[in-house]
């Protein structure tokens, strides 16, 4: 039973992404989104009387977000292990999930062939009652032998996409399936750059090639379970580090690319790909991906520089490294299955002190998330739900009519237009339930370690079906299970069934409290329809900046650049600025989020209520390292600016709390920024 523990480890990457939008919240120029925020410094007192009087003396007028968040704050903690906290933590949403699982999982119900329950009962009971036994072994220690018997480079790569496609392994290649960035409706297949080497990332290794010690490591430890001396193996691992540091140098590991720079990468024939990777016989897609080569025209290529130096790097004189690279990766991450074969994968796959049901769940989780969302989505989205969500969404669209219709500084044309696009939107709440198929029960093989194996290969080949098909506008890219909501440029928004929960929305609750909550992060969804990347997108989800007059894009620029300068005032820890350009599109949203919810609320009392519940909703802990570097990866601003910098800008919040020049909120009405 303890060996099935040791999964864990790896299966933790598989969780569900729990975060509130991709959004997060900061004051006039004030610390936030970092670990020691100003609670936190009145913590470090330890002097609870000028604790409380800290407290007393907080205003609304010259904090807010501290002002609403001060005692969650201050009792928060980062779990061991993260880099950040919420008000929302996840927890309970992760704990509904596992428990739906092992509720399924130990059911004695005979569910049909092919069913979300089968898959999802089976695969727990081999999860929970997995043992590695011989055949395992022997498939995974042969695809090691034949790494380590290739001859020359192309026969290495050969078998390196032949274990992606059919063993489950990874390459360097990060192959995407998805919505084309230009076309809503259409798929397309995408490369994007890699991040990491072994584990360690590209960044840490350009920084200082001496991070490469922990992949140097991973090698020398594989190496050794086949029987190379330390001394030996430790030599194949610093050679082979050479090939991170030459792809750690052609990576621009300072930039995160934005949707913009997306758009703007152009496709890519599969012939010019194969003069790319000129040093690789035969094409790089077939050869890792599988036939998709024959449904779509072309791929994107996000980093086309790093991949020119891999292609540079496909040598025979590079195949030792490249070997040690391949196989090292290869038997790290297969070492979970077998961990009992050899003390060294055992160290690496250290037994797990969480209780085998979740191990299991996890395990699950990670394999069969389409499942999982339909599963929840069954169980939680209620038709109470379901009516209240969509009256809060038509609610946020009328007030967003109002606000075009009475945006003069658009033309009429350019209103209309808008307001096209507008009504358009659609709302998407759940995964529409996929039709039951009993050969995919056939996906569930002789153990977990098979079934894992069947079900990678099934999501792929899945994935490449679909290239050629046209996207269905009812189709959800986020799981129900998924604590987040997303505008598409098809013209959609995603709110999942977990952010519908409680306490973010409650259909018989206060109404205030839930524009505040769940109806800012509609508004915010639906404010990105119009945001300075998205508004290039007509009503139909097609990318054509066309679609409005030059008058009227060049306005939308001047004040596109008015809120990058207003947010770019805005910083962390009283020294780290915010990036306004960066951020320019999700600063939007929320501005216009705030804008719509409080154009349907007049009394002064509600409105309290509904900036509380704004507030309250985006309350964040963040180490303080990982907030600094969040300001040039993130297209968000940090956790309060996202409160306090709309908030002061806003109208009816001025009014509510009667700012006046010399309170830490306030902004001269000249220098204040609104969307509408």
């Not at 010690?213 to 379970?225: F, K, L, P, Q, W």
């Not at 929960?501 to 524009?515: H, R, S, V």
């Not at 968000?636 to 309170?663: I, M, Q, W």
């Amino acid at each position: 039973m303890k060996k099935k523990h040791r999964l864990l480890p790896l299966l933790l990457a598989g969780l569900l992404t729990v975060n509130v939008c991709g959004c997060s919240m900061q004051a006039n120029d004030d610390s936030s989104g970092s670990k020691k925020t100003e609670a936190e410094d009145s913590k470090d007192d330890g002097d609870k009387s000028e604790d409380k009087d800290t407290k007393k003396e907080r205003r609304p007028q010259d904090d807010f977000y501290d002002y609403i968040n001060y005692d969650k704050l201050m009792n928060m903690e980062i779990s061991y292990g993260e880099s950040a906290a919420s008000y929302f933590a996840g927890e309970e949403i992760q704990d509904v999930i596992e428990n739906m699982i092992v509720e399924i999982g130990n059911s004695n119900e005979k569910f049909a062939d092919g069913s979300n329950e089968q898959l999802v009962h089976d695969l727990y009971k081999q999860a929970i009652d997995y043992k590695e036994n011989d055949d395992v072994v022997k498939t995974i220690m042969g695809n090691c032998d034949r790494i380590l018997a290739a001859k020359d480079v192309q026969e290495l790569f050969k078998i390196w996409g032949d274990l992606c496609i059919n063993y489950g392994a990874q390459s360097i290649f990060t192959f995407n399936i998805g919505r084309d960035y230009t076309d809503g409706t259409r798929y397309c297949i995408e490369l994007y750059g890699a991040n990491d080497f072994l584990g360690t990332s590209l960044k840490d290794i350009k920084d200082d090639s001496s991070n490469c010690s922990a992949a140097n490591a991973i090698a020398r430890d594989m190496h050794r379970v086949m029987g190379d001396d330390y001394e030996t193996a430790d030599e194949k691992g610093r050679q082979m580090v050479y090939l991170a540091i030459d792809i750690a140098n052609a990576t621009d590991t300072e930039h995160n690319m934005t949707l913009e720079e997306m758009i703007a990468t152009p496709k890519t024939s599969f012939a010019e790909l194969d003069s790319i990777m000129s040093n690789l016989d035969g094409s790089l897609v077939e050869m890792f991906v599988g036939d998709a080569v024959s449904k779509t025209d072309g791929i994107y290529i996000y980093d086309p520089e790093q991949l020119k130096a891999v292609n540079e790097l496909i040598t025979d004189e590079n195949l030792e490294k490249w070997r040690s690279y391949i196989f090292a990766g290869y038997l790290k991450e297969m070492g979970m299955y077998i961990p009992e074969s050899n003390s060294i994968l055992r160290d690496y796959n250290p037994e797990s002190k969480e209780k085998d049901e979740k191990v299991a769940a996890f395990a699950v989780v990670n394999y069969l998330g389409t499942a999982i969302s339909e599963l929840y989505a069954e169980r939680y989205y209620t038709p109470e739900l379901d009516k209240g969500i969509h009256k809060l969404f038509d609610e946020i669209i009328e007030s967003y009519d109002d606000l075009i219709n009475k945006a003069d500084w658009l033309t009429a044309d350019t209103r209309k237009a808008l307001l096209k696009k507008l009504h358009g939107i659609k709302l998407l709440t759940t995964p529409t339930p996929h039709k039951v198929d009993p050969k995919d029960a056939k996906v569930i093989g002789a153990d977990f370690y098979h079934s894992s194996i069947n079900i990678k290969k099934k999501t792929t080949d899945d994935k490449i079906e679909k290239l050629d098909k046209t996207v269905s506008l009812d189709e959800v890219d986020m799981s129900a299970a998924e604590f987040n909501a997303q505008y598409l440029p098809s013209n959609c928004i995603n709110i999942t069934v977990a952010i519908m929960q409680k306490p973010m929305f409650d259909p018989n609750g206060d109404n205030a409290e839930n524009l505040g909550a769940l109806g800012s992060v509609v508004g915010h969804e639906i404010g990105h329809a119009f945001d300075s990347t998205c508004i290039n997108y007509n009503a139909e989800g097609k990318y054509d900046p066309s679609w409005i007059n030059d008058t009227d894009k060049q306005v939308l620029k001047e004040r596109a650049d008015a809120l990058a300068e207003y947010y770019s005032k805005f910083t962390i820890m009283e020294v780290y600025h915010v990036d306004g350009k960066l951020t320019n599109s999700e600063n939007y949203a929320d501005l216009s989020g705030i804008e719509c919810v409080t154009n349907l609320v007049d009394d002064e009392e509600e409105l309290k209520k509904l900036f509380k519940a704004y507030a309250q909703a985006w309350c964040t802990l963040m180490v303080d390292s990982d907030a600094i570097s969040s300001l040039k990866l993130d297209p968000h601003s940090p956790a309060k600016t996202r409160v306090n910098a709309v908030l002061a800008s806003n109208k009816k919040f001025n009014e509510v709390y009667d700012l006046k020049e010399g309170d830490g909120m306030y902004v001269a009405p000249e220098e204040r920024v609104s969307r509408w």
